[in-house]
């Protein structure tokens, strides 16, 4: 029967139970592990980080669990690991070719590409399909270097979770997203609210404008029944 574990003794928290020589031993685990998966990710040419696919995602996540036990567990011979890990690989360089081949694979796999804004003014039942907030939405279109709706012509959610932006020839008054919301809110109008003859408001859910032919607000954003409005805005250089 093994012995009990004592709680909070230090000197098995910090540097364990093994021998001495076993740190010398976790030294060329890593070092052999590390080389050896260094090399079969370098054979099947991975993307950048925020360009990963779902497929490469799991080869990180798979690859992660395989290369640290075999580093530091005395009772993980290296070549299991070495043979996780070249298994981890193979599947993900056949899946690389099924994709290249089967597009209904690739569909599958990497999700398609969402038309998330039109013309300026977002679509609300696409956030919803992909339970993408309108802070993340903002923060990917700011990043584009977009200060307003009223500037993007459209805009797409691509597989890869990045944002690609296509603007207007001539901005229009779209809703405000620079600076942040959540450093500097917009002044809002509820339903019912007096506009002003030369002032234009955007649904603060959609980015949808009123005309200008206004005098109140209506009771509900006649494109997402949003009933939050702010003013809107042209960008200007």
Known sequence: MDDPVVPFHLSRMFLGSDPALFYLEIVVRTCLIYVYALALIRWVGGRGIAQMSVVEFLLVIALGSAVGDGMFYADVPIFYSMLVITLVVLINKGLDILIFRFRPIEKA???????????????????????????????????????????????????????????????????????????????????????????????CSCGFVLADDRTMTPEACPNCKGKSWTVAVIAKD
């Open 109 to 203: 796999l990497d999700g398609r590409t969402a038309q998330v804004i039109r013309n300026g003014v977002i679509d609300t039942l696409v956030l919803r399909r992909r339970n993408l907030g309108q802070s993340e939405l903002f923060d990917g279109l700011r990043e584009n270097g977009c200060r307003n709706l009223g500037e993007i012509r459209t805009a797409y959610l691509e597989t890869s979770g990045r944002f690609s932006t296509f603007r207007e020839p001539e901005p229009r008054p779209g809703l405000p997203i620079e600076p942040a919301w959540d450093t500097r809110p917009p002044t809002t109008f509820g339903p019912g609210s007096k506009i002003a003859d030369d002032q234009r408001l955007a649904c």
